[in-house]
């Protein structure tokens, strides 16, 4: 499992000349579609767990465990998130969580609870292609987002290590910059954040405001009471 630790940016009609400056190299431009699940009363985004499939792959981002940091402006515009990319993991993470949130409502039968318990302990889906929608259903999971995005991804080569630099244009017509680093389990999560830093400086980042991601503005256009709910939960 990794941390990704991540920083959004404005970005600016220079901000490939200034790639450019200080040496990052372009590694590649491609485009993919993104699907968002969850349960029709948001179970996993308002505990800040986003469920996603992307061109046939699944990834949960899960909230990781925030560490001591090294300043407070680093603290707001960083994010970090727990990655787990193996489906059979992924769902029994989703039906741990969701197992959990109907035992503290009792909102479920005892026929729900066992569909849950059955996609927990990967019964029905041993042989699970990425397709297989059958636990998504017996979850309850629907899609509630879903978009393009075109990536032009950029790697900088620095001495403390690598970062990763992506430029992102989703089809609903907004862009927006990621500093991205990913620390392995266990890493140092403080070195991966100053590195982060270091580039924002390198980049010439000046904006001490943490910037919106496509998310955000998908959810305010598209789904205005999940973005409510998440807003008032602090989420987003
Ligand atoms: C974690 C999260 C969401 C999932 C999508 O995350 P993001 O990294 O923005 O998307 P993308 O396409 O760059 O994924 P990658 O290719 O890096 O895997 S949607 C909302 N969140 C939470 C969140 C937050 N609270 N604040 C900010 C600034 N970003 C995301």
Not at 168 to 197: H, K, M, S, W
Request: proline share 3%; aromatic share 8%.
């Amino acid at each position: 499992m990794t941390v990704e630790v991540e920083r959004k940016f404005v970005c600016d009609a220079e901000i490939m000349w200034k790639l450019q400056d200080i040496g990052a190299k372009c590694i590649g431009q491609w485009q993919f579609r993104d699907q968002y699940f969850d349960s029709p009363d948001f179970i996993l985004t308002l505990k800040d767990f986003w469920l996603r499939c992307r061109e046939g792959l699944w990834e949960l981002k899960c909230p990781a465990v925030s560490g001591t940091t090294p300043d407070n402006d680093t603290e707001t515009l960083c994010t970090r998130y727990r990655e787990i990319t193996s489906l059979p993991l992924i769902q029994s993470e989703v039906s741990r969580i969701i197992r959990e949130h109907t035992a503290e409502g009792s909102e479920s039968n005892s026929s729900q609870r066992e569909q849950i318990d059955k996609v927990a302990e990967n019964e029905d889906t041993e042989i699970c292609s990425a397709d297989d929608t059958k636990w998504l259903n017996d979850l309850n999971l629907v899609c509630f987002a879903e978009f393009k995005t075109e990536r032009c991804s950029y790697t900088l080569e620095r001495e403390a290590g690598a970062v990763r630099v992506d430029l992102d244009q989703a089809d609903f017509g907004y862009c927006v910059g990621e500093i991205e680093v990913l620390v392995p389990e266990g890493g140092d999560i403080n070195a991966a954040l100053q590195r982060i830093t270091g580039t924002a400086v390198e980049l010439g980042l000046s904006c001490q405001k943490k910037v919106k991601g496509k998310m955000d503005v998908y959810l305010q256009r598209y789904r205005p009471e999940h973005y409510a709910k998440l807003l008032s939960a602090h989420i987003l």
